[in-house]
């Protein structure tokens, strides 16, 4: 998947409230073991980096886990200005 696909699919899953708009209160990479990406929906392969994501409002739940590239993306898109829906 190119990088504005994936841009666009971060921006849905934002919009949906699969993925959050909230800051990262820790992240972490370590080589991938077969993790599915929470943006492009991916497997993250073992020669791969994966980046686990606790995001502030979430508390007591696993990190959601990125390809380091998704998490770049997901980290630009959740700081642009929501879109207004009339």
């Given at each position: 998947?190119d990088?504005?696909a994936?841009r666009?699919l971060?921006?849905?899953?934002?919009?949906k409230?699969?993925?959050?708009?909230?800051?990262?209160?820790k992240v972490?990479?370590?080589p991938?073991?077969?993790?599915v990406?929470?943006?492009?929906g991916?497997?993250?392969t073992?020669?791969?980096?994966?980046?686990?994501?606790?995001?502030?409002?979430?508390?007591?739940?696993?990190p959601i886990?990125?390809?380091?590239?998704?998490?770049?993306?997901?980290?630009?898109?959740?700081?642009?200005?929501?879109?207004r829906?009339?």
């Amino acid at each position: 998947m190119d990088d504005k696909a994936v841009r666009l699919l971060i921006r849905v899953l934002l919009q949906k409230g699969r993925l959050p708009y909230a800051s990262a209160a820790k992240v972490s990479g370590s080589p991938a073991t077969g993790e599915v990406c929470a943006a492009c929906g991916m497997t993250i392969t073992a020669n791969q980096l994966v980046m686990d994501v606790v995001p502030r409002t979430v508390t007591g739940k696993e990190p959601i886990q990125f390809h380091v590239l998704c998490f770049e993306l997901w980290n630009d898109e959740r700081r642009k200005p929501r879109e207004r829906i009339a």
